[in-house]
């Protein structure tokens, strides 16, 4: 009778366990993919920064700054980030202003990247939300900001699809990066502030967390960004000319077709930096002289 | 040699209720015109139980059924529909030999890789059900056995043993003898083939000549008709001409399903993947419509590709309606397929697809793309535009040794020194330069930015050659109050520009 019992009691555990297993496994299948919780940056201080020790995936995070405050390049190290796992991204490039080659050298692999150029303004958002809600990107990037061009315009977000935008993150469980600036933010979750300081560094503030870690604030150096760009200590101006007292080549100070007999700017004959002169007017003047 | 017969009973029929499955379970006809007639040729279950026939005339089954539908009988559509279901099981078979209307032979030559030839019989089995068709299959080593014991034999799937044949035939009805040396036979007061078999041999062949020697030796299970493979088509094309034509979305979609249902067995049974395909819609009365549809992956899943010919048809305006859908794969490439791991969406890449092609029909082709470096030394030409397909993520031991370092090799020392955000068009730039013309600051944006920092100068010209030579000395500026900027003085005029920014 007892080992009766036994038999079913052991028949109800392996049954139970495989109840569980196939439980654990429809669970897997029916959560969206989200096989990396955060997505680091590269960068250990502003990774730091963060309450989850980076990006948190399925959830929408502004970076907001100036200009040329290092947002770009601190989204394509995140971009970068989800190369290296093999995962795709998308780059939503409202401004038209993405630099390919800045963001190869900065690891991206640019075949995993899909950038898309919307001819509207308004429809960066809905296909930033299509992208996100889709599930097939680690990553989206959207760019709201009005970029280099002094005359173009920044694209505000309504809080409707502020809402849309974050739900679509959600759903997709990949993070949701919005490149935004100072006079025309959007809402996100969680909001990092980038300010450029001086030719030396760049800092980072969380202004905005739900998690906390809110007003942490980290100062970096442009290296960290851009290894080549060597501004460190007012910059290194290359010495072309060596009469000149302040450093700067000669050739920026005087109109160089005067100076140098009509010739272009390295004294090499005309045509490399201006068209050639039209052989006629040549002609004319040489053939009455014989 | 061992062959299959693959029988689909009243395969038009079939085809009929696959390609429009609001028929399943209704009365309907497929009729052709025989001598000025409309007779039926092939009727449905319902019609059937009705009392309707084939070789009646339209009319006299209408009376028997007066809610009939009918249908053209098209036998080049058949036999289209036939082809590309032998195409789709080429990956059981290395070859197909059609027999229209309604059946094909396959070489069961591969039995041994499919658990022998009954394995082999379920699993034709279980794809043509995956296609929605009913089948009897039968394994024989002859052409007249398979055949006559697929269509009128009890079982789905049997294999004759080689030697086995006339027992296997004996008690078959005289009607699979199916032409008139059976009626000879019957007048005799013979009803199986076995009984056929049993006459002597001399006895048949002189009363019945050379035809009755045949139908005898075929009753024995001796038949010795060579198989003959179909040539498979260069092109992958299919075509669905419409009833009527379409003034809505609706009656494509059904059309477009068997388009890409086809299709996408034909490309999987050649194991291929679409890679482009083109939709060709014709109009009536005139008037024709392309459609393109690139795959980011490419893809042989009628259903994927379905779902994508319908988002990409679906907002198409037209000016009349749609009389004939075509659809051909300009290039396919090896179809790989796709590993998933645990934890993965089973539709695997369906999502990345679907939001491509949403993307495309809205924003159109051009704004979605990967970019591509170009060997140009003008900074605002060094990069392009390509097609956006990504390589298939790797999983397991070959990601783990092939992966890390197997790209990133082609990154140029120089574009490390590049701005992240850059113009396509250098903006001039109101700067106030010093005597010795060197750069102090610049009014962007209404406010003014003083240099703090400045490296330079990284001299690029070139295109002498051409009518737009360049010749800048390029600035990495730091401006206060924005940051660092990308600046050039142009040769040309002397100015500075801005042509990008560090951000």
Redesign the interface.
């Known amino acids: 009778m007892s080992a009766a019992e036994q038999r079913v009691g052991a028949g109800q555990g392996t049954g139970s366990v495989v109840e569980q297993l196939r439980e654990r496994i429809r669970q897997l299948q029916a959560a969206p993919r989200r096989y990396l919780a955060v997505l680091r940056t590269g960068l250990s201080a502003v990774d730091a920064l963060l309450p989850t020790g980076g990006l948190p995936l399925g959830q929408v995070v502004e970076l907001c700054g100036e200009a040329a405050s290092g947002r770009t390049s601190l989204a394509l190290h995140a971009v970068a980030a989800a190369h290296q796992e093999a995962r795709l991204c998308a780059w939503v490039d409202g401004p038209r202003e993405l630099y390919s080659p800045s963001a190869a050298a900065l690891g991206v692999d640019l075949e995993r990247l899909l950038i898309v150029r919307p001819q509207a303004p308004e429809q960066r958002v809905w296909a930033a939300v299509q992208l996100a809600r889709s599930g097939a990107f680690a990553c989206v990037v959207l760019d709201l900001t009005r970029g280099v061009n002094p005359d173009g315009r920044a694209c505000r977000v309504a809080l409707a699809e502020a809402r849309k935008l974050a739900d679509a993150a959600a759903r997709g469980g990949g993070l949701l990066l919005l490149l935004t600036s100072p006079e025309s933010p959007a809402d996100g979750v969680v909001r990092l502030r980038t300010e450029a300081r001086d030719g030396d560094g760049w800092s980072v503030e969380v202004v905005r967390s739900r998690q906390g870690g809110t007003g942490a604030r980290a100062e970096l150096p442009w290296s960290a960004l851009y290894p080549a760009l060597g501004l460190e200590g007012g910059g290194r101006l290359l010495d072309v000319a060596e009469d000149s007292e302040d450093g700067t080549p000669d050739f920026l100070r005087d109109q160089s077709g005067a100076l140098r007999n009509g010739l272009g700017i390295l004294g090499q004959r005309p045509g490399r930096d201006a068209p050639m002169p039209p052989m006629r007017q040549g002609l004319d003047a040489a053939l009455p002289a014989h | 040699m061992r062959r299959a017969y693959l029988h689909l009973t009243r395969f038009p029929v079939q085809r009929r209720v696959v390609e429009s499955p609001e028929l399943a379970g209704r009365p309907f006809v497929l009729v052709e015109a025989v001598r000025g007639q409309r007779r039926v040729a092939f009727a449905s279950t319902s019609a059937l139980k009705a009392g309707v026939r084939p070789g009646m005339t339209l009319t006299a089954a209408t009376a028997l059924e007066p809610g009939l539908r009918h249908f053209d009988y098209r036998p080049e559509d058949e036999l289209r529909a036939l082809t590309a279901l032998g195409e789709a099981l080429l990956p059981l078979a290395p070859g197909f030999q059609l027999c229209a209307p309604d059946g094909l032979w396959l070489d069961a030559g591969a039995a041994h890789l499919c658990d022998g030839e009954e394995g082999l019989g379920t699993r034709m089995l279980s794809l043509c059900a995956e296609l929605g068709y009913r089948a009897h299959v039968v394994v024989a080593s002859e052409a007249f056995t398979s055949r006559a014991v697929a269509r009128h034999g009890a079982r789905r799937v049997e294999v004759v043993a080689p030697g086995d044949s006339a027992r296997a035939l004996a008690p078959l009805p005289l009607s699979a003898l199916e032409g008139r040396e059976g009626a000879a036979f019957s007048a005799l007061g013979l009803t199986t083939l076995g009984e056929v078999a049993a006459l002597p041999m001399g006895a048949v062949a002189a009363r019945g000549g050379a035809a009755g020697a045949r139908v005898h030796a075929r009753c024995r299970g001796e038949d010795d008709t060579p198989f003959v493979p179909a040539a498979l088509e260069e092109v992958l094309e299919e075509r669905v001409v419409l009833d009527f034509p379409a003034e809505s979305f609706e009656p494509l979609r059904f059309a477009l399903k068997t388009l890409t249902d086809r299709l996408g067995a034909r490309l999987s049974g050649r194991c291929r993947a679409a890679v482009r395909l083109t939709f060709t819609l014709k109009l009536d009365p005139s008037g024709q419509r392309q459609v393109t549809l690139t795959l980011a992956r490419p893809t042989a899943r009628a259903k994927l590709l379905h779902e994508l010919a319908r988002h990409r048809l679906e907002e198409l305006r037209l000016e009349n309606p749609v009389a004939e859908v075509s659809a051909r794969v300009d290039e396919h490439s090896e179809d790989g397929g796709q590993q998933l791991a645990?934890?993965?969406?089973?539709e695997g890449?369906a999502?990345?697809e679907?939001?491509?092609s949403?993307?495309a029909s809205?924003?159109?082709e051009a704004?979605?793309?990967?970019?591509?470096?170009e060997a140009v030394h003008r900074p605002e030409a060094?990069?392009g535009?390509r097609a956006?397909?990504?390589?298939e993520?790797?999983r397991g031991l070959s990601?783990e040794l092939l992966?890390p370092g197997a790209?990133?090799a082609?990154?140029?020392v120089a574009?490390?020194?590049?701005?992240?955000?850059?113009?396509?068009e250098p903006?001039c730039l109101d700067a106030e330069v010093a005597?010795?013309?060197?750069l102090l600051a610049a009014r962007?944006?209404g406010r003014r930015h003083r240099v703090?920092?400045?490296?330079?100068?990284e001299r690029l010209?070139g295109e002498?050659w051409s009518?737009t030579?360049f010749?800048r000395?390029y600035y990495?500026?730091?401006?206060?109050?924005?940051?660092?900027?990308w600046v050039f003085?142009d040769?040309?005029d002397?100015r500075f520009y801005?042509q990008?920014?560090?951000?």
């Open positions: 645990l934890g993965d969406a089973p890449d999502a990345l679907v939001v491509l949403r993307l809205t924003l159109g704004s979605l793309f990967a970019a591509g470096l060094a990069h535009t956006f397909r990504p390589p993520a790797r990601a992966e790209r990133r082609a990154v140029s574009s490390r020194e590049r701005p992240s955000r850059l113009l396509a903006a005597e010795s013309g060197r962007m944006a703090t920092a400045l490296t330079g100068p010209g002498w009518e030579p010749q000395d990495r500026v730091h401006f206060e109050g924005l940051g660092p900027a003085r040769g040309r002397g801005l990008g920014l560090f951000d």
